[in-house]
Nanobody, 121 residues
Framework: QVQLVESGGGLVQAGGSLRLSCAAS????????MGWYRQAPGKQRELVAT???????TYADSVKGRFTISRDNAKNTVYLQMNSLKPVDTAVYYC???????????????WGQGTQVTVSS
């Protein structure tokens, strides 16, 4: 019913920047919170940043001041601008969205397939 498609990952040197995008499509009535999570090898998935449909953003302490999350509600798209990247930021980044599908009464949780971000030292 709902697909989240991510793009923008890749390989970058430490100190560089990347911008991730995630577009939600399908039988969408409305989109609530959207966000980004990441999972490094051998570690649990962790929250990176979330943004409400009113634009209120929250960040993990490890990315504050370096990453910026934003969204385009008309396009059901969320972005993650990542600056001053560090090798510890290397992970698979997953998009997440709480979506109310058509003819539904509540939101459900959807995930993208993940995009690899690798930061070299």
């Amino acid at each position: 019913q709902v697909q989240l498609v991510e793009s923008g990952g890749g390989l970058v040197q430490a100190g560089g920047s990347l911008r991730l995008s995630c577009a939600a499509s399908g039988s969408i009535s409305s989109t609530n919170d959207m966000g980004w999570y990441r999972q490094a090898p051998g570690k649990q998935r962790e929250l990176v940043a979330t943004v409400t449909n009113f634009g209120l953003a929250t960040y993990a302490d490890s990315v504050k001041g370096r990453f910026t999350i934003s969204r385009d509600n008309a396009k059901n798209t969320v972005y993650l601008q990542m600056n001053s990247l560090k090798p510890v930021d290397t992970a698979v980044y997953y998009c997440n969205a709480w979506v109310v599908v058509q003819r539904a009464y509540s939101a459900s949780d959807y995930w993208g397939q993940g995009t690899q971000v690798t930061v070299s030292s």
